[in-house]
Nanobody, 119 residues
C-alpha cells in the first residue's frame, strides 16, 4: 500500500514536499508517479519517475516541481517550488510494485493529500 503525506496550506510562491511511502510485500518498485485532481477537473499526471530514475513532468509544472525516489526507503518525493493557486488539488501517488520478483507488477494508489495554495 501507499501512504501519501506532506500536503497543507501554503502561500503562492512557497514550497512543499510530498512523500509517498510504499509498504507491504515489495520485491521492487517500477514506476512511481504523482497525479493531482483539482475540484471539478479530471485527474492528471504531474510527474513520473521510472525504476532507473528517468523522469518526466507535465508542462504546467516543469521547472518548478522535482520528483525523486529513495529505493532503500521505498519512498518517492515531490518537491514543489514556486507554487501557484492553480496547483491547488488533491495529490495522489501511484506506483507499480513487483511483490515477489516474479516479473509482474501490481498498480497501487495512495489515499491522496490535499495541497492548497492561497493567492
Amino acid at each position: 500500500q501507499l501512504q501519501a503525506s506532506g500536503g497543507g496550506l501554503v502561500q503562492a510562491g512557497g514550497s512543499l514536499r510530498l512523500s509517498c511511502a510504499a509498504s507491504g510485500t515489495i520485491f521492487s518498485i517500477n514506476f512511481m508517479d504523482w497525479y493531482r485532481q483539482a475540484p471539478g477537473k479530471e485527474r492528471e499526471l504531474v510527474a513520473h519517475i521510472a525504476g532507473g530514475g528517468d523522469t518526466n513532468y507535465a508542462d504546467s509544472v516543469k521547472g518548478r516541481f522535482t520528483i525523486s525516489r529513495d529505493n532503500a526507503k521505498n519512498t518517492a518525493y515531490l518537491q514543489m517550488n514556486r507554487l501557484k493557486a492553480e496547483d491547488t488539488a488533491v495529490y495522489y501517488c501511484n506506483a507499480g510494485i513487483d511483490p515477489y520478483g516474479l516479473g509482474y507488477q501490481v498498480e497501487s494508489w495512495g489515499q491522496g493529500t490535499l495541497v492548497t495554495v492561497s493567492s
